[in-house]
Structure formats: structure tokens, C-alpha cells
């Protein structure tokens, strides 16, 4: 298991982790989230010793994190590098050289890697001449040759087509399948939620929410409702105080409730005004959970929601 | 995994990637032709080492040939005499360029004779066969007049050529060996100190060193490129100097100085030295860089001081290889690696203190990689414009 624990670093006045705390298990995908600027890249450079933190540690396996430790994990970093001439089967092998491959092994896996990667043939190109996706693609394969126990990916899947997308995600619940732990930052928050179990929100340098994704939402004080009245004004919800629509289209209306509201009353009412043909009551989406925690803001239901519910 | 086998996969990369690369392969092919070039070129060019071929027309007066091959020694002028049947025979010899000049001279010496070129008179040749048939004429009179030869032979030796501080084929080549030492070095330097350089600001621009440093250690990593394009250098340095010497040994240019066998692993040891005390420097000065122009920037005391200290040796050394200049350069580990094999080569310094100046410029290598891979930590990873070298330290900082 990776721990976080209190995390805290200045780059002069700028604060770019104020108390970081977090933990990463075996076999669990975690969605790392939070606004630009928010200290992932920061968080995730303190764990693999790229950046010194002021304060806090951050421990494997119950262990302060050192080089040993850091041979079992693979990183790839937000800002992509590899050697742009080097060819890519080679490059592949390197790095799994450096995380204590022996030659042939690492030869092995840097083939294998490549055919998963669906780059089988291009094994003796040079890095540059492969496209912007294949590129990315072999960086993921950097991360993964040297069958690490912990995976940080920043930002994996900007910038590549469904394809690519598919791809890497089907690679990243292999892996966590086969008990890697999976850190990864994104702002595709559809994506997230689709494939991690936890999320770990950190905003200002601070973790505001953390957990599995369910639990989140079950804990959240908003939920939408779904009504669709055919035959009525639209004028049944009116004077009903604790709703807030967010969209109408003909008989259909989107609310934002508190979970605390009693929703049979409101059955009822709708079942006056017309024939009820959808009544549907869900948790948040992921993004409103994001935005909840990352918008200081006192009463939930009242957080700017329009902006990010389409 | 351990930090030597971290090290070695970081200089083995280097060497595959640069050693296979086409820049690499052709300044090898090209240090190589130059070298031979330097030696093969002069002996076609100037054909110094060929006789030159004068035909005589038969009869010819007894003596003649001898007294030409005698003189001949005497120019330092190779010549072969070749003789002819008749004037039409020596004719088309002079045509077809088989010898450069034609001399026919009565074989009893009756008369002076005469010398035929075939378009344009050569002095040397001319002086050589006018000389002879003087002699040979003068002789036959003086003869005739009953001078014994014993006594014509005492007037005709020549006068013994002498120098107060004669010049050895030896000397030659030991002020050659200094320079070319001393060129190589620099170019060494130059060329292997700047591929690091360039390597480091790669790996920064290109961002593989933020995957790189997530298992290898900052040190190790700029040890090892280090060590890696130096090995290429010292490969190089060997095609060089085998190229030399096979090309001395072979054409036979000039006389290789005893001390060839224990100079050449010293120049290879300054090499060594010289190019890792300045690749270090180069090395972590371009790591504050983020682009290659700032790089060149960065970088300029380290050539100011690597062209000043190649001055002094080349100067200092070469006018007093024992004299104070040569004396004080020898213990400072910029100036060492030029200055000890150029002293070495005019035999001017003692095995002691070659060891003692080995020992300090090691100590300064030792010193400028702990300073430098610990700025080199602090800088590699910042992408945000040029750094200062303190705040690198600082940065770098525990």
C-alpha cells in the first residue's frame, strides 16, 4: 500500500501542498483529482523523489519510500519524455534495465509490451517517428514494462483518440486486476468515474474528499430527480420551495433535491397535474461531487451546478 | 540493483546511441584519413624520397657517374644515372619524362659539354653535373701536370659542417609529439565535454530525465553519461594515435622519440582526466540551461578556461618545459592535462611530480562532481528558464 501522509511543499510563495494525505491499495484503481494547479504533479514527483517535500513522508508498504521501492513502481510523468532517437524496443528495454531487469528479461518484456501496445512492428523505429498517440503509448509501456507494483500515471489519457483511450484503460484494469496498485490523474471525469473504484480530490494543496466512489455519492446532499408529466401546464411544481430546476424541455424536467427531501409528496403532486412517465431519483455525477468539493461553498444543493451538468 | 550496474546501463546507452550514429562513425573515418593524409600527402606531393633520373650519353668519360653519385650525397639529392646509346635515344627519354635531364660530355674531355633539360632548367641538377665534369676535367689536367691523386684528393675534401647546438631528428619530434599532445587533449575536450553538455540539455528539453530520475540517481545518472562518452572518446583518441603511428611506422616520415611507449598511455591518462574534470563542468552548467543557446552561454567560462589553460602549456611550456610558468601549471588541475604530457614529451619533469599533479587534478575532479551533480540534482528538473547555480545548490538541498 502507498501512504501520503501529510504532505507539504513550497516552490517560494506559492504553495503547492498544504498537508497532503491520502493512501493507494493493492488492486484498487484511484482517480487522482483536482484543478490545475492543485498539487498532483507536485504529490506525484514527492513520490518518486523528483521534488523534496517541506514536511510529510510518503511510505510503501508501511517503509519511508526509497530507491528500492521506487524500482517497483512505474511513473508517467504529466510533461512526456523519452529519448526522441532512441529506437523504441531498445528505449522500452532501457528503462526496465534501470528498474533491475536483467537484459533478456527486459528485452522480453519491452517485445511483449509492444505487442499489447499494438506496436509489435515498430519495435526498431526511432521514437520521433512514431504519432503523437504511439508515442504516448509507449510511454505508458515505459511505465509498465518492468512489472511494477504501483502505477502513478499524471494525465494519461490527454490527448489520445477513443481508440487510444480504450486502450490504455483496458491495459490500467489488467493491472489492477493482477493486484497493482493504479494512481492516475485526469479531468476527464466521465473516464474516471467509469473506470476507478476510489477518487482522491485535492484542492490548494489539500485532500477535501477521498473514497470510494459510491460512498462519495451515497455521503453527497444533492441528488437529481428525473420527472416526466405528460398532460400537465408545467405549473404543478411551482411554490414547491426546496427544489431547484435546472432544466426543462417540454414534459420533462431536471431538479436538483436535497436528500433529505421527502419525495412522496411530490409523487403525488405530479400524479395530480398528469400521467407520471419517468420518475427518476440518482446520486450525483462524479463532476458535481468534484466541483462540490472543490468550490467552498456552505449549502451543497446551492453550489453552482448549471455549469457543469449539460 | 546496484548503483555501479545503474551507472554502467546509463553509460552503455550512451555509448550504443552516439557510438552507432553516423556523426560519431564519420569523425572517426575523417580523424583517421586526416592523420594518414597528414603523412601520406607531403611524400606524393613532394616526392622527396624519389631519384631523380639524369640521363648520360654513351661513351661517357670514366668517372663520370661516381663523381655525379658522390655529389649527389654531398646536395642531399637522390640521383640515379641512366645511360643512353645516342643523343636520339636520350631525345625520347627526355620526352616521355624517363629522366629529367640529359648530360653529354666527350669521353676523352676534350670540351665542357653540354646539359639538355626538356623544358624548364633545373639549378640543383645543373650545379650537380657542372660540378662533376669540372671536377673530373680539372683532375685529368692536374693529373697530366703530375699532381699525385693522393694530393688531389686532400684538396678536393670538403669542409666539415658542424652545429653549436645541433637539431636531432629526435628534438623534432618530441616538439611535434608536445603539440599534437596537446592538441588532442584540447580537442578532446572540446568535442567529448560538449556531446555531454548537449546530452544533458537533450534529456532536460526532450523531459526523459523526469522518467530517468524516477529510478536512477541524479549523480549516477550525470556519472554515467559521463563515463559513457568518454569511453567513446578514449576510442576515439585510440584510432587517432594508432592511425599516427601506423602511418610514422610505415612511410617512414620521421623517427619516433624513445619515450613513445610510456608517452602514449600518459597522454591517454591526461586525456582521461582533462576531458572528466571538463565534461563534469560541462555537464552541470548545462543543466541550468533549458535550451541549447542558453547551454552555449552557460558554458563560456569553461571554454575561456580550457582555451587559457591549452595557452599556457602551448607557450609557457613550449618556451622553458622547467621554468615557473610550466612549474605552477602543473599543479593546477585546469592546466595539468595540458601542461604534464607536453613537459613529459621534452622530458622535462620527474615521475614524482607527475604523480602529485595526478593526485590533485584527481582530488579536483572529486571535488567539481560532488559540487556539480549536486547543483545538476537541483537544476536537471527545473524547466522554468535559466538557473543560477546557487539556487540549484540550494535547491538540491537537504
Avoid at chain 1, 507536485?42 to 517541506?54: H, N, S, Y
Avoid at chain 2, 699532381?147 to 659542417?161: G, K, M, Y
Avoid at chain 2, 602529485?356 to 524547466?383: D, H
Wanted: proline share 6%; glycine share 8%.
Amino acid at each position: 500500500m502507498l501512504e501520503v501522509i501529510d504532505l507539504a511543499k513550497r516552490y517560494g510563495p506559492v504553495v503547492a501542498l498544504d498537508g497532503a494525505t491520502f493512501s493507494a491499495r493493492p488492486g484498487r484503481i484511484v482517480g487522482f483529482l483536482g484543478p490545475n494547479g492543485a498539487g498532483k504533479t507536485t504529490t506525484m514527483r514527492c513520490i518518486f523523489g523528483l521534488a523534496r517535500p517541506d514536511r510529510g513522508e510518503v511510505h510503501w508498504q508501511g517503509q519511508p519510500v526509497d530507491r528500492a521501492a521506487r524500482l517497483r513502481f512505474g511513473y508517467m510523468p504529466e510533461q512526456r519524455g523519452l529519448y526522441p532517437r532512441m529506437r523504441v524496443g531498445e528505449q522500452l528495454s532501457y528503462f526496465a534495465q534501470q528498474h533491475g531487469l536483467r537484459r533478456r528479461d527486459a528485452d522480453a518484456a519491452a517485445a511483449r509490451w509492444l505487442e499489447r501496445m499494438g506496436l509489435g512492428n515498430r519495435s526498431k523505429s526511432k521514437l520521433e517517428e512514431l504519432s503523437h498517440g504511439n508515442q504516448q503509448r509507449v510511454q505508458l509501456a515505459v511505465a509498465l514494462a518492468h512489472d511494477p507494483e504501483l502505477l502513478v500515471l499524471d494525465e494519461p489519457f490527454s490527448g489520445l483518440d477513443p481508440i487510444g483511450i480504450a486502450t490504455m484503460t483496458d491495459v490500467v484494469r489488467e493491472r489492477a486486476k493482477a493486484g497493482v496498485g493504479v494512481v492516475f490523474s485526469s479531468h476527464q471525469l466521465d473516464l474516471v468515474e467509469d473506470v476507478c473504484e476510489d477518487v482522491v480530490i485535492i484542492s490548494r494543496g489539500r485532500i477535501v474528499a477521498a473514497g470510494a466512489i459510491d460512498e462519495l455519492k451515497a455521503r453527497s446532499g444533492r441528488r437529481h430527480l428525473e420527472i416526466e408529466v405528460v398532460g400537465s401546464d408545467g405549473t404543478w411544481l411551482d411554490g414547491h420551495g426546496e427544489l431547484t430546476v435546472i432544466q426543462r424541455s417540454g414534459d420533462r424536467v431536471k431538479l436538483l433535491v436535497r436528500d433529505d427531501v421527502d419525495l412522496d409528496p411530490l409523487l403525488a403532486r405530479a400524479r395530480a397535474a398528469g400521467e407520471v412517465r419517468t420518475f427518476a431519483y440518482q446520486p450525483p455525477k462524479l463532476s458535481e461531487l468534484f466541483m462540490e468539493a472543490v468550490t467552498p461553498a456552505a449549502d451543497p444543493a446551492k453550489a453552482p451546478v448549471a455549469e457543469v451538468i449539460p | 540493483m546496484s548503483r555501479w550496474r545503474s551507472i554502467w546501463l546509463v553509460a552503455r546507452r550512451e555509448i550504443l546511441e552516439r557510438g552507432r550514429s553516423r556523426g560519431f562513425i564519420l569523425s572517426i573515418g575523417f580523424t583517421t584519413l586526416l592523420v594518414v593524409g597528414s603523412f601520406v600527402l607531403p611524400a606524393v606531393l613532394f616526392g622527396d624520397k624519389q631519384a631523380t633520373k639524369i640521363g648520360v650519353i654513351q661513351p661517357e668519360p670514366p668517372g663520370l657517374t661516381a663523381t655525379i653519385s658522390t655529389m649527389s650525397a654531398q646536395l642531399d639529392r637522390k640521383v640515379e644515372v641512366v645511360p643512353f646509346a645516342d643523343e636520339a635515344a636520350a631525345d625520347a627519354g627526355l620526352t616521355d619524362e624517363s629522366v629529367a635531364a640529359v648530360a653529354e660530355v666527350p669521353a676523352d674531355l676534350s670540351g665542357p659539354g653540354s646539359i639538355r633539360f626538356a623544358k624548364e632548367s633545373d639549378q640543383v641538377i645543373t650545379q650537380l653535373v657542372t660540378a662533376s665534369v669540372v671536377a673530373l676535367r680539372t683532375q685529368a689536367v692536374l693529373t697530366e701536370a703530375g699532381v699525385s691523386p693522393a694530393e688531389l684528393q686532400a684538396a678536393q675534401h670538403p669542409p666539415t659542417v658542424d652545429a653549436l647546438d645541433p637539431q636531432t631528428d629526435a628534438d623534432e619530434s618530441r616538439f611535434l609529439f608536445a603539440n599534437i599532445a596537446a592538441v588532442l587533449i584540447l580537442v578532446g575536450i572540446f568535442s567529448f565535454g560538449y556531446t555531454v553538455l548537449t546530452g544533458v540539455v537533450e534529456e532536460k528539453q526532450s523531459r526523459v530525465v523526469e522518467v530517468v530520475l524516477s529510478t536512477v540517481r541524479p549523480r549516477d545518472l550525470l556519472m554515467g553519461k559521463v563515463l559513457g562518452i568518454g569511453i567513446l572518446g578514449l576510442v576515439q583518441l585510440g584510432v587517432f594515435v594508432a592511425a599516427a603511428l601506423g602511418t610514422a611506422v610505415v612511410t617512414d616520415r620521421f623517427t619516433l622519440p624513445a619515450t613513445t611507449p610510456a608517452a602514449i598511455p600518459l597522454l591517454a591518462l591526461w586525456f582521461i582526466l582533462g576531458y572528466a574534470l571538463y565534461s563534469t563542468a560541462l555537464g552541470f552548467l548545462g543543466a541550468l540551461a533549458s535550451r541549447m543557446e542558453e547551454a552555449s552561454n552557460a558554458s563560456t567560462p569553461v571554454t575561456m578556461i580550457a582555451m587559457a589553460s591549452y595557452f599556457v602549456a602551448v607557450i609557457g611550456v613550449i618556451n622553458d618545459p622547467s621554468g615557473p610558468v610550466a612549474q605552477v601549471a602543473t599543479y593546477l588541475p585546469p592546466s595539468a592535462p595540458f601542461v604534464v604530457p607536453m613537459r613529459a614529451a621534452f622530458d622535462a619533469i620527474g615521475p614524482v611530480e607527475i604523480l602529485i599533479s595526478i593526485a590533485v587534478t584527481v582530488v579536483g575532479i572529486w571535488v567539481l562532481f560532488s559540487v556539480g551533480a549536486r547543483v545538476y540534482a537541483g537544476a536537471v528538473l527545473q524547466t522554468a528558464g535559466r538557473m543560477k547555480v546557487r539556487d540549484a545548490w540550494r535547491s538540491a538541498g537537504e
